[in-house]
């Protein structure tokens, strides 16, 4: 049976390019989920003058092409201005590395989509979002559909810890069902937070506890 992964993937797999963590980043994103067994983080800096991103890391939870898709998106968003890099694709990703096995072509798309969303993240903090959604409940769930639970490995929504959701005049309002004191409450209360506070219409989120 033939070894599933080139060379470069492999190099990529050994010495990841920008692996880490950026303190205070810019824009940052988390996609994908441990009951499928691939994450990735991605953090950036962003010039505020010119848009280039000027530092990118990451952060892999998975397998070889898990990481390697998280090293080879950073290198090619580099340098590149929010709107160059929004045009990088899974297949350029895939390409870059010289190919992925088919079962593996997610981890390309996993690492574009955590691009995109860190970008995304940085543009609502930043008040650059051309096209302004009004946030409802139903915008606040799909964002909490991207907050992934430790204590299920599924996302808030679908773990069904999300008691209420109530949005008035840009306070917005999560009901938890979990204790305050629980080990993982202070987490999903910093991702959902995440999510939620850089929408250009929320002035307040409040996340409270009730289990």
């Given at each position: 049976m033939p070894f599933p992964y080139n060379d470069i993937v492999l190099e990529h797999f050994k010495n990841p390019r920008n692996i880490g963590k950026i303190d205070n980043p810019d824009g940052k994103a988390t996609e994908g989920s441990p009951a499928c067994g691939d994450m990735v983080s991605l953090y950036l800096k962003v010039d505020p003058e010119t848009k280039v991103i000027t530092?990118?890391?990451f952060e892999s939870y998975g397998c070889a092409s898990n990481i390697a898709t998280g090293s080879i998106i950073t290198e090619l968003a580099k340098g590149k201005t929010?709107?160059?890099a929004k045009k990088i694709t899974w297949k350029?990703?895939?390409e870059a590395l010289g190919g992925l096995p088919t079962i593996k072509v997610?981890?390309?798309v996993l690492a574009v989509e955590a691009l995109r969303s860190a970008i995304q993240n940085y543009e609502e903090k930043h008040g650059l979002v051309k096209?302004?959604?009004?946030t409802t409940k139903e915008v606040v769930l799909k964002r909490l559909?991207?907050?992934?639970?430790?204590?299920?490995?599924?996302?808030?929504v679908a773990s069904k810890i999300v008691k209420d959701v109530e949005v008035e005049d840009g306070i917005v309002r999560i009901v938890v069902d979990l204790p305050e004191t629980h080990q993982f409450a202070n987490a999903i209360k910093e991702e959902a937070l995440n999510k939620i506070e850089s929408l250009w219409d929320v002035k307040e989120v409040k996340i409270e506890f009730v289990g």
């Open positions: 530092d990118i890391k929010i709107e160059e350029e990703a895939s997610h981890c390309s096209n302004k959604e009004t559909k991207k907050v992934m639970s430790p204590i299920t490995g599924l996302d808030m």
